[in-house]
């Protein structure tokens, strides 16, 4: 019994082995391919389509931009925009006391008329904001402007042109002892500071910055999707507004005829910049479904609205900032799921349905992954992740559905060979046995002998017939030694009774001294049981009684039980006669011993000087819905 169990168990770990194995690898190349950075572009695309599937936001009320559009500049008959328009502007705005202002348009010299005018209105306006490029070449902010009101506006754009992330801070390539921080900081602090929330360094990660007990999760070089990106600075990922209209916008002419609502100024951020195609200050965004310049296209003034939007957002309302895991989390994500699908792969479906469970589980993480990234802001690695299940959930379970069609076959062969065997056993093999034992004893006359092995001629031919009928018409039957068949869709007790009695029938010299026989067959509960287990059950009694009629020398009693009692079966076959001791080696004994370990049974043989008791008990399989 140990070793059949030990052969049962080896074969399935040969199979894990084998079907593990490939799994793994497949594990292991996805992993690579994220390494060296295969999937960082459909990360990307992922990414920007679950931003663009959120639902709709509000309009953010605490923006209001400014866009100087072609209309303006048609009126104005002048680009760049004059000094002094820009000065009118800035003053009529102050009028309605906003926060802050930022002018998102680069100064760098005069552009007359009204110079002068610009430059007292930089000195005067405290909440005014204006702007420089550090990176890769530098363009200077307006000169006698404090740095405490100076902002840089450089974007780092993706290698697929997209923008994805917010620079807020970084070291002055000229001189890098100072840092500088972004336009969008410096209207974001001076916001908030109103709010009595002041801009601190981080405390979980003290390379970060924090407005309150809102810390800004910096990325680094392999954050979510990314591989050895630029991380130089403190960069964050941009939450894009996701609305049709993300900020009411006004004109230059809109201030100057002064048409609008007042409460669009007063007490909101402003930022100036230009709104016209001509102008080339424009950035491609496929996180949003619209842009005001054409689908997946914004200006940088909105782009700059969008990037304070989200930190005061996430500071005073609690909307979620883009976050990842570390490293190592995000590995053990897609280990994760990778073995899922490897035992998914091994469940003992049909195709179709193994199919349609990777399908639900993959479709599941692609869910979790969009719902983590649209409630809470985590960003997590999607496309290896489902990628490794699908080929492992799929892949693995074409291997694993070969590997049991190819054992199934096996067991069938083993089915038919033992079933064959004993066909032959109960059969011919008993009349050959019975013949030899004739002959030891006594000389058997040649017309007897004759006789005899005509007999068993004819029995093999009968088991070939049978056999070949079985394949043919596939009949659940059984055909006995005695050369009748037995249904074997007929109840249990029934069939057994039949074997019962075509076997007592049969010309066995141990037969001839019985004086009673006992037949006791109650209906047994064969639902669970499969044809083979049936077919098993029948030819184990059937041996059992053959061996009664073959050794049970001077029976005179016999005993035949097949019934259930209460939760448990038994078939049991009890003789007086004397009993030479049977090999636990033989084959009829293994046969019912394996019987007994399918059926979570126990079988057991005892022979004494009052006779012999073979025994065959099992517990029936209770029924959840019975």
């Known amino acids: 019994m140990k070793r059949g169990v030990w052969q049962k168990n080896h074969a399935r770990y040969?199979?894990?082995?084998?079907g593990v194995l490939p799994g793994l690898t497949c594990l292991g190349v996805v992993v690579v391919l994220r390494l060296i950075g295969l999937f960082q572009y459909y990360e990307w695309l992922a990414f920007d389509s679950f931003l663009r599937w959120r639902p709709t936001e509000q309009v953010d009320d605490r923006i209001t931009l400014i866009g100087i559009n072609e209309a303006d500049i048609q009126s104005l008959k002048a680009y760049p925009v004059p000094d002094r328009e820009l000065a009118l502007l800035i003053n009529t705005l102050q009028e309605y006391k906003p926060r802050a202002i930022g002018l998102d348009?680069?100064?760098?010299?005069?552009?007359?008329?009204?110079?002068?005018?610009?430059?007292?209105?930089?000195?005067?306006s405290k909440n005014l904001f204006v702007v420089e490029k550090v990176l890769p070449k530098t363009i200077a902010p307006p000169p006698?402007?404090?740095s405490t009101q100076i902002g840089f506006i450089d974007a780092i754009t993706d290698d697929d042109g997209r923008l994805r992330r917010s620079l807020l801070g970084t070291p002055d390539p000229q001189h890098p002892q100072v840092y500088k921080h972004s336009l969008t900081l410096r209207l974001a602090t001076a916001y908030l500071a109103a709010e009595g929330i002041s801009l601190e360094n981080g405390i979980r990660d003290i390379a970060t910055m924090r407005f309150g007990s809102v810390e800004l999760p910096q990325i680094h070089p392999h954050?979510?999707?990314y591989v050895s990106a630029d991380a130089g600075g403190?960069?964050?990922l941009l939450n894009y507004r996701n609305s049709p209209t993300q900020f009411q916008t006004l004109s230059l002419s809109d201030v100057k005829s002064r048409s609008f609502d007042p409460t669009w100024l007063r007490d909101r951020i402003i930022i100036i910049g230009m709104t016209t195609p001509s102008v080339k200050d424009e950035v491609t965004v496929t996180a949003i479904a619209s842009g005001s310049l054409a689908?997946?296209?914004l200006y940088g003034v909105e782009v700059q609205a969008h990037a304070v939007s989200q930190i005061v957002s996430a500071v005073l309302d609690g909307r979620s900032l883009i976050w990842t895991w570390a490293d190592g989390w995000e590995y053990l994500w897609i280990l994760t799921w990778g073995i899922v699908g490897i035992v998914l792969g091994w469940l003992p479906l049909v195709p179709h349905k193994n199919f349609v469970i990777v399908a639900i589980t993959s479709l599941g993480v692609v869910g979790a992954s969009y719902a983590l990234l649209a409630w809470w802001g985590l960003w997590i690695p999607v496309v290896p992740t489902a990628l490794?299940?699908?080929?492992?959930g799929v892949g693995l379970a074409a291997f694993y559905q070969h590997n049991r069609a190819m054992r199934s076959r096996l067991h069938e062969r083993q089915l038919t060979i033992n079933h064959t065997y004993t066909t032959i056993h109960n059969g011919p093999l008993q009349t050959l046995k019975l013949l030899i034992k004739q002959a030891r004893d006594r000389d058997v006359p040649q017309d007897e002998l004759i006789l005899k092995l005509t007999q068993i001629d004819n029995e093999l031919r009968e088991v070939y017939e049978s056999l070949e009928r079985d394949v043919h018409t596939q009949e659940q039957s059984l055909r006995l030694g005695s050369g009748q068949e037995i249904n074997l869709n007929a109840p249990l007790h029934e069939a057994l009774y039949q074997v019962y009695s075509q076997t007592l029938e049969r010309d066995f010299p141990c037969y001839k001294t019985l004086k009673l026989k006992i037949p006791n067959f109650e209906p047994i509960d064969a639902s669970y049981l499969s044809i083979e287990q049936k077919r098993s059950l029948c030819q184990f009694l059937e041996e059992a009684l053959c061996n009664v009629g073959k050794h049970a020398k001077g029976v005179t009693r016999l005993r035949t039980d097949c019934l259930q009692k209460e939760d448990l079966c038994i078939v049991r076959v009890t003789d007086n006669g004397s009993s030479p001791s049977v090999s636990s080696e033989g084959r009829g004994t293994k046969q019912a011993m394996q019987l007994a370990r399918q059926l979570k049974g126990r079988f057991q043989r005892q022979s004494s000087p009052h006779g012999t008791v073979c025994e065959l008990t099992w517990r029936p399989r209770k029924s959840w819905f019975g």
């Open 234 to 236: 403190l960069q964050i």
């Open 144 to 146: 006698n402007v404090v």
């Open 295 to 297: 689908p997946g296209k």
């Open 14 to 18: 040969a199979c894990w082995r084998v």
């Open 223 to 225: 954050s979510g999707g």
């Open 388 to 392: 490794v299940l699908v080929l492992n």
């Open 105 to 124: 348009i680069v100064r760098d010299h005069a552009v007359e008329l009204g110079h002068q005018e610009l430059t007292a209105v930089f000195k005067d």
